[in-house]
């Protein structure tokens, strides 16, 4: 019995030996300071509240920014989404799934693929005819949005006004006086 235990213990050490450490891209997550990945360096995941992302090199992960703006000008392998703000992607960058933006303008340089779908909700997307997109292009102006609201915000306007005037009619002079 006590020969088993000793094999199994030196066979557990054996493979501990022998292993080998996984190495992987440090995730990136900033509030208030922006995250910058070189032309030669990789970053999983890259996450940022209230500061910019510009990736140079490459996302292995996903780019998240809310309230700030996303610069690619190398390889994002899985989505990019930003929450208002821009994304810009220069000439020959890759998106490998989704890029979204929620109140923001995206602008794509020349050949720019994105490897599936490319919306834009309440913002607005420029780019050439050489941009690639593996699926669905979704544009969804803000003024869909703002335009219902501007009767109602009209109406009001109206009523606070006749309101006053007819206020300013009964009471020349502000009262106490």
Not at 147 to 154: M, N, T, W
Request: proline fraction near 5%; charged fraction near 15%.
């Amino acid at each position: 019995m006590m020969k088993r235990i000793l094999a199994v213990c030196l066979l557990a050490a054996a493979f501990s030996v022998a292993a080998t450490p996984a190495h992987a891209e440090p995730d990136a997550v900033q509030f208030f300071s922006n995250i910058n990945v070189g032309s030669d360096t990789a970053v999983h995941d890259a996450v940022c509240f209230f500061c910019n992302v510009n990736i140079l090199g490459e996302a292995k992960g996903d780019v998240v920014v809310f309230f700030g703006n996303i610069h690619i000008a190398g390889h994002a392998d899985h989505d990019v989404v930003n929450f208002f703000g821009s994304i810009s992607a220069e000439d020959n960058a890759q998106i490998g799934q989704d890029m979204v933006s929620f109140f923001g303008l995206v602008r794509l340089g020349e050949n720019v693929s994105v490897g599936k779908d490319l919306v834009a909700m309440f913002g607005m997307i420029r780019a050439p005819e050489s941009v690639t997109v593996g699926h669905d292009r979704v544009a969804f102006p803000g003024w869909i949005l703002l335009g219902p609201l501007l009767p109602v915000v009209l109406i009001v306007w109206l009523i606070v006004h006749v309101i006053r005037s007819n206020r300013r009619r009964m009471y020349p002079y502000p009262p106490g006086m």
